[in-house]
């Protein structure tokens, strides 16, 4: 495989893809209606696509989770952009936070793994 891209269906996609961007440290890359590519700033890793389909498509299914070191840190700055928490679960001692953003989309902040 040369790429992955992770495609997001938005209602409003200048409003998720400016949320992602910040999210992720990406940029928008291109625009090619109703298309908004996204990709790292630095670096590589996969591309995220948010294409919008306008009030009667409605968010997609997708699922990310982001793996972080100061996970309530990341929730709060999230949270300022935009996303909301939905709850957090606790299992074998790791705990993470499950969130949507402000599409509607949900996403889980998580510890960053070790080794």
Do not use: K
């Amino acid at each position: 495989m040369d790429s992955l891209e992770i495609t997001i269906n938005a209602a409003d996609g200048e409003r998720a893809a400016e949320f992602w961007c910040a999210a992720l440290d990406y940029r928008i890359r291109y625009r090619r209606a109703p298309y908004l590519v996204l990709g790292p700033a630095e670096g590589t890793g996969p591309q995220l696509v948010v294409q919008t389909v306008g009030t009667g498509g409605g968010p997609g299914g997708v699922h990310l989770d982001l793996r972080v070191d100061r996970r309530e840190e990341t929730v709060a700055r999230l949270a300022a952009r935009g996303a909301q928490v939905q709850h957090e679960i606790t299992e074998a001692g790791r705990t993470w936070t499950v969130m949507l953003d402000p599409e509607g989309n949900e996403f889980c902040v998580c510890p960053a793994r070790t080794g």
